[in-house]
């Protein structure tokens, strides 16, 4: 059940009303077998794997917090995470590396035939992998007591909002929500609906309309011009910022609608000036868990080479979390280009701020933020490549552009949606702007006359529904 | 405490490239322009190797401002 899918339109209501008219000590139980029922809809045989992971870390969380044994307490943390990071591995990780190894092993004149797993990767095991693996650590370092009751424990795992997709959710925010009392809040639902339908007017018209031009852009059958393949893969840039930026704004959005608040994912990335503070603002959940859980114990450990400490850490940690989106070289050289990127910076730094001395401020600002911006552009080309080859193929294209290209024939019979594509995104930024100017996320209409408000609303709804695509397309990291 | 932050004072002056911070058991990594995840790691080993001792992972993970870096400091030099 996607949730641009009139499934979930008519799913999320249900639940709602179901949820207020219930006294407060049965709503979280509501929620839990919603949120199960929400994974049996899409996948029945997974459900398993969740139930193992997260009986495994809560029996495991309990018995570590209880022991003052510390080769105990370790014991206890070393099941938990790898039980759960073992089912990661095997269905998402074993097929590449098994089927790498025996290409490398047979370029070197070597036979191997792999055995390869004929199953699909489990709905949603990267996310709440993550998510289970980052509550035992801190439930070990002592940043957050165990849970003790397995109901609340599986509903903090589970919660269908933020299931398939994210954000990862740290215990500490999470769990003490679900122990309290949500009463129905007017402001806080309205405010929840509100998230929601510009997070669908970010997916089904800006992401899904520019998904035409991406697929265009890279299928490797169909000759490109060099302007067609820069402006595709800037399309490209935006797509995946509106697709899975929609996706965070409709989980949080949910989540709210029960009283709950789940952290912020995105921050107007595309306004960093430097590549630390773009993953500050990008994928904010994901990139905190990898500091956290991954750069933190490796340059604590690393500390004593000094510089080669951090450099060494942030390109494991980085590499690690391009092959956390998949299985796949692409990936992994996603996450190597971000980790040289930073690196880079970080050793540049002494030079940044002599250049910032020297030139004027706005103009150091808007060329950090073009580089910034440049540098994601062409990281994300790799990343949503079928193969290195493909990308490096579609960049090498960029310089085959001529004056003569640029024009409104630019795609065809495509001219409205491309205007349509533009436009929208127009609206995005300028939307997003605005709300920067105000302390609270999509509140700043708020002093707006009422009729023209409300005029405002019944306009959105009329664009989305006019021109979004419900062809019920995929969110991008729901495949992650 | 007057003599951890004095020991302390040279070393976050000499990492965080910044003479004018006062050191004081509130102050965070916030408050520091140049104390990010990258600096804090060397800022961790200076204070080892000032003190001469080793600190655990699970030591300074829950550390929230220097009053609590002192703590620990306090803890491991008894």
């Given amino acids: 059940m996607a949730f641009n899918s009139i499934q979930y339109l008519l799913f999320l209501p249900a639940i709602f009303i179901l949820y207020y008219l219930l006294p407060s000590k049965y709503r979280w139980k509501l929620l839990l077998a ?21 009986t495994v870390n809560f029996f495991c969380a309990i018995k570590s917090e209880n022991t003052t044994d510390s080769s105990k307490k370790s014991m206890y943390l070393h099941i938990a995470i790898w039980s759960s990071a073992l089912i990661l591995c095997i269905f998402k990780y074993y097929n590449f590396f098994v089927d790498s190894a025996a290409q490398l092993a047979n370029s070197m004149g070597a036979h191997f035939s792999p055995i390869l797993l004929n199953v699909a990767i489990p709905i949603g095991i990267s996310f709440y992998t993550f998510q289970i693996i980052g509550y035992s650590l801190d439930v070990y370092y002592g940043v957050s007591k165990a849970e003790k009751n397995i109901g609340i424990f599986s509903l903090y ?29 007017y402001d806080r639902i309205t405010s929840g609906i509100k998230l929601i339908a510009w997070g669908l007017f970010k997916k089904v018209c800006i992401a899904d309309r520019l998904t035409f031009f991406v697929d265009m852009t890279f299928d490797s059958s169909i000759e490109h011009t060099g302007f067609q393949s820069i402006i595709g893969c800037y399309f490209l840039v935006f797509m995946i910022y509106a697709d899975f930026s929609g996706y965070s704004d ?24 430097n590549l630390t503070a773009f993953w500050k603002r990008w994928h904010i959940s994901l990139y905190a868990w990898f500091n956290e859980y991954v750069y933190n114990p490796l340059a604590f450990n690393f500390r004593n080479w000094k510089l080669w400490g951090i450099v060494s850490a942030i390109l494991i940690t980085l590499t690690l979390s391009g092959l956390w989106h998949g299985a796949a070289w ?6 190597i280009l971000h980790g040289f ?5 970080y050793l540049l730094t002494p030079f940044r701020t002599k250049l910032k001395q020297k030139l004027p401020a706005i103009f150091y600002k808007y060329l ?54 533009i436009s929208f995104i127009l609206i995005l930024f300028t939307m997003e702007f605005w709300q920067s100017k105000t302390d609270t996320y999509l509140s700043f209409h708020l002093k707006l006359p009422i009729a023209v408000r409300w005029s405002a609303y019944a306009l959105f709804v009329l664009t989305v529904v006019y021109f979004g695509y419900f062809k019920t397309n995929e969110f991008v990291y729901a495949q992650f | 405490m007057n003599e951890i932050i004095l020991r302390l004072t040279p070393i976050m002056h000499r990492i965080f490239e910044d003479s004018t911070i006062i050191v004081t058991p509130n102050l965070t990594a916030k408050d520091i322009e140049k104390w990010t995840s990258m600096t804090n790691a060397i800022f961790i080993a200076e204070i080892e190797k000032e003190f001469a001792f080793k600190f655990h992972f699970r030591d300074v993970m829950n550390l929230k401002n220097i009053g609590d870096l002192i703590s620990v400091i306090e803890k491991k030099i008894a």
């Fill in chain 1, 341 to 345: 990127g930073l690196t880079t910076e």
């Fill in chain 1, 157 to 185: 795992i589970v919660f269908f909002p933020k299931l398939l997709a994210g954000p990862i959710e740290q215990s500490q925010n999470l769990l003490p929500q679900l122990h309290k009392k949500q009463e129905f809040n």
């Fill in chain 1, 250 to 273: 409709i989980a949080v959005g949910s989540a709210r609608l029960f009283g709950f608040e789940l952290i912020k994912n995105f921050n107007r990335p595309f306004t960093s000036q």
């Fill in chain 1, 330 to 335: 692409t990936f992994i050289l996603y996450g």
């Fill in chain 1, 368 to 421: 950090s933020i073009l580089i910034t911006f440049h540098f994601f552009y062409f990281t994300v080309i790799v990343f949503h490549a079928n193969t290195v080859h493909d990308a490096f193929t579609i960049i090498k294209s960029f310089l085959q552009v001529s004056p003569t290209q640029i024009g409104w024939y630019l795609f065809g019979d495509n001219k409205i949606e491309f205007i349509l594509a």
């Fill in chain 1, 34 to 54: 919603a949120s199960v029922c929400f994974y049996l809809l899409l996948s029945i045989k997974f459900i398993i794997l969740l139930a193992i992971a997260i």
